[in-house]
């Protein structure tokens, strides 16, 4: 299965299901942390949760419609990024991403966004990334800032979480630009 070493210690592998329970262990560890943003955490609960959104992910990697990958420090998983259904139309894509809270500030995020961002323009060719984050996601936030995206909009009162409406900044990265910030694979 597809499998990405970003450096040494650090790679990227798409999530299969003999890595259920450690994704969910990792959930369970973060869940508190994780809900704040993302609703999910509160509901995947069970490792047949888990399993079964392992199983459509690999459906999709099969149909190249996108997937989700396991983010790997030595080993040991630590979140995950991913990437959502492609337009092929109009050749963008979505991305989104988690990391446990332990593993945060330490530039992994960062790594892995660089190595999805050079698989989406230079294998899949498309030609725009996009990325959301919570208003009030400061971290998820500075990913996009940090990797030269552009903040293009606000999704006014986007998202529902804990009975409260958040909006949500919309950033984007065009291929081009991505060249020009010296973010191509070298």
């Not at 989104?96 to 899949?124: C, R, S, V």
């Not at 990265?173 to 191509?184: I, P, Q, S, V």
């Amino acid at each position: 299965m597809f499998k990405h070493i970003i450096e040494p210690g650090l790679h990227l592998q798409i999530l299969e299901k003999r890595h259920a329970q450690e994704v969910l262990n990792m959930i369970e560890k973060n869940r508190s942390y994780l809900a704040e943003w993302l609703p999910w955490a509160e509901t995947t609960t069970k490792v047949e949760h888990m399993e079964g959104f392992i199983e459509t992910e690999l459906h999709r990697f099969a149909k190249n419609n996108g997937f989700t990958s396991g983010i790997f420090i030595e080993n040991q998983f630590c979140g995950c990024i991913g990437i959502h259904p492609i337009n092929w139309n109009d050749r963008h894509v979505s991305i989104g991403y988690w990391l446990g809270e332990d593993f945060q500030g330490k530039g992994i995020m960062t790594k892995a966004n660089k190595a999805i961002h050079n698989y989406i323009f230079d294998e899949l060719d498309l030609n725009k990334i996009h990325i959301q984050a919570c208003a009030g996601n400061v971290k998820s936030q500075t990913i996009p800032q940090r990797l030269g995206f552009t903040q293009e909009g606000i999704l006014r009162q986007y998202q529902l979480l804990n009975g409260v409406y958040h909006d949500h900044f919309v950033y984007g990265l065009l291929k081009e630009e991505r060249t020009n910030l010296g973010l191509e694979e070298s």
